[in-house]
């Protein structure tokens, strides 16, 4: 549908970007947010460097990764092995609060209006900042959940109080046996609720969230409406990259606005109705504000 020559503005001085998203803001009838790991890692989730090193430099002695991305997909040789390192992983990235007030800035942004989030992040902070649950769809998972690894079923299962215990209870980078969690259906072990293949589980909760978020789109698809992209890749960018180009051009009173550090660009064709803000997240939501 759309060129392969793109468009993209503002690597220094972004003023005037951030002067005509606070009138789209101002006018705009729904925001969609579609939000992607660079809002995360701007709020302080990063994977690597001190943060890593605060967390992890024990399992980067030993097993010789250098980041936590890479550490969850390290060969461990026993579940008591993996299940210290996935703990801990869990722990800092689900459990503990965000370094800086990024989730909490866009909630401010946008409380007032009618919005609905779609992200393709697993680590909760949306809830934890205060938006509605109902106005929420992660698409791709949660760190707080845990799935059959067969699946036996559509069930999850929180993870909250075993991964505390986990955390707690874990010695030499080994977790004790008895903690290894298992499907209290068919007993079968458990593993993370997150898309990696076909295996994962979309269970109710995620079925009535996708029907919501379905529902929101086509009760207002000809509103004046703000897609706000926020630190979205090119992993996944059919989850929301390329819906949101393609909801712009079907909608001539729809604004696209992509924030993002070093990869704030637009198809040419859906130009005159986007704004592009190469920037920090948290730093740009803190002008708009």
Same mark, same amino acid.
């Given at each position: 549908m759309f060129s392969k020559i793109w468009t993209t503005e503002s690597t220094k001085s972004c003023?005037?970007?951030?002067?005509?998203?606070?009138e789209v803001l101002s006018y705009a009838d729904t925001i969609v947010i579609g939000a992607g790991a660079g809002l995360s890692a701007s709020a302080g989730f990063v994977y690597t460097g001190e943060r890593f090193n605060k967390y992890f430099s024990d399992f980067e002695a030993k097993y010789g990764f250098h980041d936590m991305y890479s550490g969850g997909f390290y060969p461990y040789s026993t579940p008591e092995e993996h299940w210290a390192y996935w703990s801990r992983y869990i722990y800092v990235n689900r459990y503990m609060d965000a370094p800086k007030p990024v989730y909490q800035e866009l909630l401010e942004l946008v409380k007032e209006k009618d919005y609905?989030?779609?992200?393709? $992040?697993?680590d909760h902070q949306f809830q934890k900042a205060g938006f509605d649950k109902k106005r929420l769809f992660y698409t791709q998972g949660d760190y707080g959940l845990f799935q059959c690894s067969v699946p036996c079923g559509i069930d999850t299962y929180e993870n909250e109080d075993i991964i505390r215990r986990m955390m707690n209870e874990q010695k030499d980078m080994k977790i004790p046996t008895e903690l290894i969690p298992k499907c209290p259906k068919c007993g079968k072990p458990l593993t993370?609720?997150?898309?990696?293949?076909?295996?994962?589980?979309?269970?109710?909760?995620?079925?009535?969230?996708?029907?919501?978020?379905? $529902?929101?789109?086509?009760?207002?698809? $000809?509103?004046?409406?703000?897609?706000?992209?926020?630190?979205?890749?090119?992993?996944?960018?059919?989850?929301?990259?390329?819906?949101?180009?393609?909801?712009?051009?079907? $909608?001539s009173k729809a604004t696209y606005a992509c924030?993002?550090?070093? @990869?704030?660009?637009?198809?040419? @064709?859906? @130009?005159?109705?986007?704004?592009?803000?190469?920037g920090d997240?948290? @730093?740009?939501l803190k002008n708009l504000r």
């Amino acid at each position: 549908m759309f060129s392969k020559i793109w468009t993209t503005e503002s690597t220094k001085s972004c003023s005037k970007q951030i002067g005509q998203l606070k009138e789209v803001l101002s006018y705009a009838d729904t925001i969609v947010i579609g939000a992607g790991a660079g809002l995360s890692a701007s709020a302080g989730f990063v994977y690597t460097g001190e943060r890593f090193n605060k967390y992890f430099s024990d399992f980067e002695a030993k097993y010789g990764f250098h980041d936590m991305y890479s550490g969850g997909f390290y060969p461990y040789s026993t579940p008591e092995e993996h299940w210290a390192y996935w703990s801990r992983y869990i722990y800092v990235n689900r459990y503990m609060d965000a370094p800086k007030p990024v989730y909490q800035e866009l909630l401010e942004l946008v409380k007032e209006k009618d919005y609905f989030v779609i992200t393709t $992040n697993v680590d909760h902070q949306f809830q934890k900042a205060g938006f509605d649950k109902k106005r929420l769809f992660y698409t791709q998972g949660d760190y707080g959940l845990f799935q059959c690894s067969v699946p036996c079923g559509i069930d999850t299962y929180e993870n909250e109080d075993i991964i505390r215990r986990m955390m707690n209870e874990q010695k030499d980078m080994k977790i004790p046996t008895e903690l290894i969690p298992k499907c209290p259906k068919c007993g079968k072990p458990l593993t993370m609720n997150l898309r990696s293949d076909d295996k994962f589980v979309e269970d109710g909760g995620w079925i009535k969230a996708a029907e919501r978020y379905e $529902n929101f789109l086509r009760t207002r698809k $000809n509103q004046k409406v703000l897609l706000l992209e926020l630190g979205v890749g090119y992993n996944t960018p059919v989850i929301i990259k390329y819906p949101f180009w393609q909801m712009t051009a079907k $909608n001539s009173k729809a604004t696209y606005a992509c924030i993002n550090s070093g @990869e704030a660009i637009c198809p040419k @064709e859906i @130009e005159k109705q986007s704004i592009c803000i190469d920037g920090d997240i948290g @730093e740009i939501l803190k002008n708009l504000r």
